[in-house]
């Protein structure tokens, strides 16, 4: 069974600081590695996709991955109220086009 | 912009009821999935598909199908609706392509079953 863990949270930071969510999966011959945000209420939005070692950053964002550690991140930099959601890790591990998700953690910035 | 529709936001159907969630996509994309969520238990797949006329099952197919005769939409079918298939139903679609490029989804439909 292929696993993708979160700790669901919540994580509180202060606005303005770095938030950090952390992944972890079982399957070593995953391929590509993605985040997504899901607001209450609301659909997954994907805002990160990752497929090798190192630093990817977009904007405020910076998805870190390690494959010998097993291990993906997602860094948010200055941390503003609007970033308040649920991140969920994702997986994909070849086959079929499916991947497997984390359940979420629950991100809360306080004004 | 890119879209993946629900015809449905909210939906209320009593037990026994036959269900249909429609989904359709814009972005020729291959693959078609159905999600439901739940608090505490995340997403789970019930079934995908990865062309027209194809069909796999997922983690919790009992007591669903699915169609795909078009290479755009894509239905969920709740053959005998019953409460403990309450949800948020979410529907996705993705590129195919040797790596996963990520899923672009609907904006979910909440079933409830009285």
């Known amino acids: 069974q292929k696993e993708v863990e979160q700790n669901s949270g919540p994580l509180s930071v202060p606005e303005g600081a770095i938030a950090s969510l952390n992944c972890t999966y079982s399957d070593r011959g995953s391929q590509s590695f993605f985040w997504y945000r899901q607001y209450s209420g609301k659909s997954p939005e994907l805002i990160m996709s990752i497929y090798s070692n190192g630093d990817k950053e977009d904007g405020r964002f910076t998805a870190q991955l390690n494959k010998a550690s097993q291990y993906v991140s997602l860094l948010i930099r200055d941390s503003q109220p609007s970033d308040s959601a649920t991140y969920l890790c994702?997986?994909?591990?070849?086959?079929?086009?499916?991947?497997?998700f984390g359940t979420g953690t629950k991100l809360q910035v306080i004004p | 912009d890119v879209k993946v529709t629900q015809s449905s936001r909210y939906l209320v159907k009593r037990t026994g009821e036959k269900v249909f969630l429609e989904c359709v996509q814009d972005?020729?994309?291959?693959?078609m999935f159905w999600y439901r969520q739940d608090p505490g238990l995340g997403l789970r797949l019930i079934y995908f598909?990865?062309?027209?006329?194809?069909?796999e099952k997922g983690d919790i197919p009992e007591g669903y199908s699915v169609s795909r005769e078009k290479k755009e939409r894509f239905s969920l079918i709740l053959e005998s609706a019953s409460t403990n298939q309450t949800s948020m139903y979410l529907c996705?679609?993705?590129?195919?392509?040797?790596?996963?490029?990520?899923?672009?989804f609907g904006s979910g439909t909440r079933l409830t079953v009285v």
């Open positions: 972005m020729d994309h291959e693959n």
């Open positions: 994702a997986v994909y591990s070849g086959g079929y086009q499916k991947v497997t």
């Open positions: 996705a679609s993705s590129l195919r392509g040797r790596l996963n490029y990520g899923y672009t």
């Open positions: 598909s990865y062309d027209v006329k194809m069909k």
